[in-house]
């Protein structure tokens, strides 16, 4: 049996298709398990919580993971969340979480942030992304 990933996919919810895509890239991928631990959209703690709540949520949903994919778009840069995410997948475990970044579909600027944190960074391509998965997850 195949291993099974733990992943959490950081995302802006303003570009949640870029989420949405890169979800159904890993799903329709052959011989390939993971489950996703993001915060979800209709997350009560994401559209009703305090600022320390969220921050919460994703140190819990963190915990859980092998890898952290961040989509690389210069978005990211700016976003106050993906940012809180690289803080706390460096930060609050005692083996930093790998972060894997990904270049959006037809982009070729990456977000500086995520270049500088991630142990990876990848086209947008399934064979890339899942091979980066592989080679950073502890599964």
Known sequence: MANT????????????????????????????YYNNYSVPKDDPVHTNGTDKELAQAIYN???????????????????????KEILIANNSFSVPKPIIG???????????????????IVGWNTESIVAAIRKHSNA
């Open 5 to 32: 990933h733990n992943l959490f996919i950081s995302h802006s919810w303003q570009y949640s298709n870029a989420y949405e895509s890169l979800c159904n890239l890993l799903n329709n991928r052959n011989y390939f």
């Open 61 to 83: 949903r963190l915990r859980l993971c092998h890898v952290v994919l961040i989509m690389g778009g210069v978005y990211s840069t700016h976003s106050k969340w993906i940012n």
């Open 102 to 120: 990904i270049k959006p579909w037809g982009q070729t600027k990456i977000s500086s942030r995520v270049k500088e944190n991630a142990v990876e």
